[in-house]
């Protein structure tokens, strides 16, 4: 697989219960990589366990990976690179599973695609990196384009303004490489479109003219049918919708992304539904479909309040064992700029997690379990009254098998008047998404927690000054990420590590240890013997 700039690496499909191996080839000449495969609970031996981005070894230049692992769930995934800023440069791809030989589908369609959305940034990711760790900080502004496979349009001579390297990378794609992926369509036929989002920053949403879109997946889980005019997608998500093409056969149609949740400096991504027999380059008779303002929240909210598990999906168990409470704020550190939670901003540790837990390498992270919640009487509404944070890299460490509810406390971010959303994402697990509520989350939102059908999900928003509460079982060894799916708000520091039933692995491979103070362990070993 290559790591092209913006353009995707290769769709992997597979089959429910398949096993894949997938050889990754880091052809970088400095920076090690590490990737991360949403849907996937475990990878299987030789690379076994409990294994996922923060639990493994960076590959380093010139290496080669293999993973191996079982898909188990038929669904729309993706994977990306988890380090530094590799997502936003291109490292990612789609990930489809198809149900098992001999099953169906719970709804019938006659051909399918898939979209995976991106953002683009003219100025490398490198110079992101450095900007954001920077003293005074300078934040990445809005995406220059939004792509759809990788592909996107960009008035190339503007492009000059940044730098050479992004004019010749604006060449290339300004060649018919960047020409749309054009939706080939017959006359009254439904089709299946598998749309994700991979982006580093935009929440977005996406249109047909004149069509109606049935959502019937997300995030690899079946949904109870509901038809919208358009929908809100957050980075990390994943949803299925079918299209009827009943509009007049001898117009195609446009399909439109555009931002939400930020004021959009992005113009539109596009690309046609284009009716056979008509050509692909008969422009459509009405203009593309408007994107919601971008702070019509109550759009966003009245979409994913329409999410609901479809008959027959697994139901949470009706009471929690520990709930966590965790508090989403933008935070200083010596000058710098941060995003903490809890009031600790993450900075992940050299060694993975994984070996130094099987190991009991107390000096590999913080021992202290981190904070469960945060202090009464934080003023959610209003900037922080003392805006310092502290960095670290605890665990909570859950026990195997018991029920954790978290709740995602949304806050005002530095400056006043302003909070943000944030799609947060966990390794390893799907979660109950129960409910979304507005404030601080108190013990009388508690009644209205969905515990009859809520959403089985991966990824869940939590929106401006609101909260939303999520519940899973621990039931995967390994140690697993759970952080904000906004790639320059994770490299700040918001994120938290959980961890269970690391005892019960068997057997950590060598490639999840052979760097950091594993790696130094390994080599005492190897040098006794
Ligand atoms: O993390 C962020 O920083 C900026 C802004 O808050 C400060 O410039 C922004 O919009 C973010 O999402």
Redesign the pocket.
């Known amino acids: 697989m290559g790591i092209n700039g913006q353009f995707p690496g290769p769709t992997i499909r597979a089959k429910a219960g398949d096993m894949v191996v997938v050889e990754l080839t880091n052809k970088l000449h400095t920076e090690g990589v590490v990737t991360h495969w949403h849907g996937i609970r475990q990878f299987g031996t030789p690379w076994a366990d409990g294994t996922a981005s923060i639990s493994q070894c960076a590959i380093n230049p010139g290496e080669t990976f293999i993973y191996r692992f079982k898909v188990d769930k038929a669904g729309t995934y993706f994977y990306h690179g988890h380090f530094g800023m590799q997502r936003s440069a291109g490292l990612y791809g789609s990930l489809i599973v198809d149900v098992e030989d001999g099953k169906k589908e719970p709804f019938h369609y006659d051909g399918e695609f898939d979209l995976l959305l991106s953002d683009w940034w003219h100025q490398s990711v490198h110079h992101q990196e450095v900007g954001l760790s920077s003293k005074p900080?300078r934040?990445i502004g809005e995406p220059q384009t939004l792509l759809i496979n990788g592909r996107g349009q960009y008035n190339c001579s503007l492009a000059a303004h940044y730098s050479n390297s992004s004019s010749s990378q604006c060449r290339l794609r300004g060649s018919e490489q960047c020409a749309p992926h054009i939706l080939h369509v017959l006359p009254n036929k439904i089709y299946r479109l598998r749309i994700a989002s991979t982006t580093a920053l935009a929440s977005l949403n996406l249109a047909i003219g004149n069509h109606k879109m049935v959502v019937v997946e997300a995030d690899g889980n079946y949904v109870q049918p509901f038809a919208v005019d358009d929908l809100d997608i957050y980075s990390g998500e994943s949803y299925s919708v079918l299209i009827t093409t009943n509009q007049d056969p001898s117009n195609n149609y446009w399909l439109s992304v555009g931002v939400r949740g930020?004021e959009p400096k992005t113009p539109q991504g596009l690309t046609i539904l284009n009716y056979h027999p008509n050509s692909a380059s008969k422009l459509p008779a009405s203009s593309p479909p408007v994107t919601p303002l971008w702070n019509d929240y109550n759009h966003s909210k009245s979409f994913t309040n329409k999410i609901f598990a479809s008959m027959g999906s697994p139901k949470p168990p009706r009471n929690y064992d520990r709930r966590i409470t965790l508090l989403n704020t933008?935070n200083k550190l010596n000058g710098y700029?941060k995003?903490a939670i809890n009031n600790v901003s993450l900075t992940l540790p050299p060694t993975p997690y994984l070996g130094s837990i099987k190991h009991g390498l107390r000096n590999a992270f913080n021992q202290k379990n981190p904070p469960e919640s945060f202090s009464n009487d934080y003023d959610v509404m209003k900037p922080p009254v003392n805006p310092n944070t502290t960095t670290g890299n605890g665990v909570y460490m859950l026990g195997m098998n018991t029920t954790v509810d978290i709740i995602l406390q949304n806050a005002n971010?530095?400056?006043a008047n302003?909070s943000?959303i944030h799609p947060w994402h966990l390794h390893g697990h799907d979660f109950w998404v129960l409910g979304y509520g507005e404030g601080k989350f108190s013990t009388k939102d508690e009644k209205k927690l969905n515990l009859k059908n809520p959403p089985l999900k991966n990824t869940a928003v939590i929106f401006a000054y609101g909260w939303t509460a999520l519940r899973f079982v621990a039931d995967n060894p390994g140690a697993w990420a759970f952080h904000c799916h906004?790639e320059?708000?994770l490299h700040?520091g918001m994120g938290v590590v959980f961890a269970e039933g690391i005892q019960h692995l068997n057997r950590i491979p060598l490639e999840a240890l052979a760097c950091g103070l594993t790696g130094k362990m390994l080599m005492t070993t190897n040098n006794h013997n």
Do not use: D, G, Y
């Open positions: 900080f934040w930020r933008q700029t995003w971010a530095l400056s302003v943000e906004i320059p708000h700040m």
